[in-house]
């Protein structure tokens, strides 16, 4: 049991860590577009405490209201990941069609 401990112990460093590094790197973006950065940090954040309590209970299903903040920060992870990939595929669409390809100073 001990070692089960430890392994959510360090599941929930590992989400803080990701988490601060979530915010360091949205830091880095336009500000309109930190805003889910730092939505998905809070989602980190809140599945690193789901580990910390998990220790506690034993089970990640127990009680429900443990299985829902972890379905809740899953969900939310994935949603805001989704709209990082959109903005960060389309930045990248937009610095291709700004670069032309051939010059025309010939």
């Known amino acids: 049991m001990i070692s089960l401990s430890l392994f959510n112990l360090a599941e929930a460093i590992w989400w803080f860590i990701c988490s601060v590094l979530m915010i360091v790197r949205s ?5 309109q577009s930190r805003w889910i950065g730092y939505l998905c940090a809070a989602f980190l954040c809140g599945f690193g405490i789901s580990d910390l309590i998990e220790i ?13 903040l972890k379905g809740s920060c899953l ?10 990939w959109r903005n960060r595929v389309s930045t990248a669409h937009a610095t291709e ?6 010059s025309e100073d010939v």
């Open 56 to 68: 506690t209970t034993g089970a990640w299903w127990r009680p429900p209201s443990l299985l829902i």
């Open 97 to 102: 069609d700004s670069s032309p390809l051939v």
């Open 27 to 31: 830091l880095q973006q336009p500000r």
């Open 75 to 84: 969900l939310g992870i994935v949603i805001s990941g989704a709209f990082l």
